[in-house]
């Protein structure tokens, strides 16, 4: 069981649940103690059934009257504690559309239910104890997806598979707290060594499964905010080429003219389940024109923040200095030479040059781009950790984790100098809160408020 904040709640609350819009269905949702009541006031099933006499789980067809309209729809209804919320929850699925939506919520307001916040219903899953706070993070992670491993990784977190690891950790080290309990409260056993030796052990073993944790962060990070993959080069080597290449269709503007490309243009794509974001930059070059400086200077300073960049050369003309200050720039960073105009007679000398993925393309004839995408996406994701049902690709997760470690090195600390157990308990219990903050055991109520924050309307 999880632990859950105090929190009464009095209020049925409605909303819109799908987007805003014309389309074929929208579903308004009604949540609380009475939202049967609400409902009755409103909706009256077809043929001699009585609303009050609805049975949960099935589909009714009736008429819906509104102030200005009658509507002819569906409503479902789930019975508490078996729905989403966890409490009594009633559905409406109507023809699609703003009026017929807005008019819906606005009778069911005006007949009790009160507008429900962001995220309220997911809020309320998690009081009720339907959810754990990562489980209903995983609700928010699915809905936001924008690729199919950004969707793996929020249905495993709905799933439950991060609260399930958390979960065990903390009931090891509360059975490990029990332990220094009973040899505090009767010492006349001397069990005091031994029970240190148990201590540590339970300790190193939880910290290492934390830190495998720790390690799928950063794939997670990139599967869940994109990699960012950064174009660079000189003028007219075919930087916006490669990018409209990349991307199959024509985004960026490409002329012969120097500096037509003057800032940075960001466009995603997605590969092998994964997204990229990608972005062309300014050719980097001396110039003297102040605007084209400023996006020399911007495409300069992404460098800091790709995880992996493209090096465009001209392989039809001898490199030259600028070529040189280029190469310079990304050392030690993670660099893929694009070597374009491969269609062309090769001129291009890369000698004392020792970069590890160079590719040869024609960004005009999109010949080498399956190749190079296949490269990229080898360079920044790890294949052994992409494919675990468990990443953490949540900051706040992450977060919580490193805590969680540091304590951890508390304890075997005090425990390497000595400390008795009363002392050593406080650290791991530090451990046990810092692990709660991830599933919403620690009763944190600023991180559950912000979180709920996000959430959208309806959900």
Request: aromatic share 6%; hydrophobic share 40%; glycine share 6%.
């Amino acid at each position: 069981m999880f632990y859950r904040v105090k929190y009464i709640v009095m209020e049925t609350i409605a909303a819109i649940s799908t987007p805003q819009g014309v389309g074929g269905i929208s579903v308004i949702r009604l949540s609380g103690k009475e939202a049967k009541k609400v409902a009755s006031k409103v909706f009256s099933c077809y043929g001699d059934v009585s609303f009050k006499d609805i049975e949960p789980r099935k589909m009714y067809l009736g008429t819906f009257k509104a102030e200005n309209f009658t509507e002819k729809c569906m409503t479902v209804y789930f019975k508490a504690p078996n729905s989403y919320t966890g409490e009594d929850v009633i559905e409406f699925q109507c023809h699609g559309g703003t009026v017929i939506a807005n008019g819906i919520l606005t009778a069911l307001i005006n007949n009790g239910a009160t507008l429900a916040g962001p995220g309220e219903f997911t809020k309320r899953a998690f009081i009720n104890g339907k959810l754990s706070l990562d489980e209903a993070e995983g609700v928010m992670d699915m809905i936001n997806a924008e690729s199919e491993s950004e969707v793996r990784a929020g249905y495993n977190l709905l799933n439950g598979s991060l609260s399930k690891e958390i979960l065990e950790l903390q009931n090891n080290l509360t059975k490990m707290l029990a332990k220094i309990e009973v040899v505090l409260d009767y010492p006349e056993n001397d069990y005091e060594d031994q029970t240190c030796d148990e201590v540590e052990k339970v300790l190193l073993e939880s910290k290492q499964k934390i830190e495998n944790l720790i390690k799928t962060s950063d794939t997670g990070m990139l599967i869940k905010n994109g990699s960012k993959v950064l174009i660079l080069g000189k003028p007219n080597v075919g930087k916006s080429s490669l990018l409209n290449a990349i991307l199959n269709y024509d985004r960026a503007i490409v002329t012969n003219i120097k500096g037509t490309t003057r800032d940075i243009l960001e466009e995603s794509y997605v590969y092998n389940g994964v997204k990229f974001v990608l972005t062309d930059t300014a050719g980097v070059h001396e110039s003297s024109d102040i605007v084209e400086k400023i996006g020399i200077d911007r495409a300069k300073q992404a460098i800091n923040y790709a995880d992996v960049i493209l090096v465009v050369l001209d392989s039809s003309e001898k490199l030259e200095q600028e070529d040189k200050q280029i190469l310079e720039l990304v050392k030690n960073k993670k660099t893929i030479l694009v070597l374009n105009k491969s269609d062309k007679q090769n001129k291009l000398d890369l000698s004392g040059y020792n970069f590890e993925y160079k590719f040869n393309v024609s960004a005009l004839n999109k010949t080498g781009i399956e190749n190079l995408k296949q490269s990229i996406y080898d360079l920044v994701i790890d294949k052994n950790i992409i494919s675990s049902n468990l990443l953490i690709t949540s900051k706040r997760h992450l977060q919580a984790l490193k805590k969680a470690v540091s304590c951890i090195n508390d304890a075997l600390n005090s425990l390497k100098i000595g400390n008795t157990l009363d002392v050593v308990s406080i650290d791991i219990k530090n451990v046990w809160f810092a692990l709660g903050e991830i599933t919403g055991n620690s009763n944190n109520e600023s991180i559950i408020t912000e979180i709920f924050s996000s959430f959208c309307v309806g959900k």
